[in-house]
């Protein structure tokens, strides 16, 4: 099954499809935990140039995570990766592309959460005048 040209993925079987996938999982969770190239609060609130320099050293980190996943996998006879480089980049862009836009959708409670934030810091619309 081709997901995007230069990037493979044959494997057969059940068991080895959900290996393939935990393990590209766990590699992607593992190096986004030690390299953090996330804005720190809302991605609504970041500046656009600090959005944008965390957007080429993320797609940079995700190109290298795919060659990982590609190492990795091919080590396992698993066969989840990418034919080069310039494939990689391009997982790596769609991939921080959809991680970000996600990330700018509201969260579920984020409007209670703000108002209980700004009763308890006395903002808020019933703030005392």
């Not at 493979?8 to 290996?19: D, E, N, P, R």
């Not at 140039?49 to 965390?54: A, C, E, K």
């Not at 190492?71 to 991680?99: K, P």
């Amino acid at each position: 099954m081709v997901l995007l040209p230069g990037v493979k993925f044959h494997v057969s079987g059940a068991v080895s499809v959900l290996v393939a996938f935990v393990l590209a999982d766990l590699i992607y969770t593992v190096v986004n935990q030690l390299i953090s190239a996330w804005p720190s609060d809302n991605v609504r609130d970041t500046p656009s140039v600090v959005l944008l320099l965390l957007a080429v050293v993320g797609v940079f980190e995700d190109s290298l995570v795919w060659l990982l996943i590609s190492w990795a996998t091919g080590q396992l006879g698993l066969q989840l990766g990418v034919s080069g480089y310039g494939t990689a980049l391009l997982a790596g862009l769609i991939s921080r592309t959809v991680v970000l836009a996600l990330m700018a959708l509201p969260r579920r409670g984020a409007r209670r959460d703000r108002a209980a934030r700004d009763t308890r810091e006395g903002g808020g619309r019933h703030a005392r005048m």
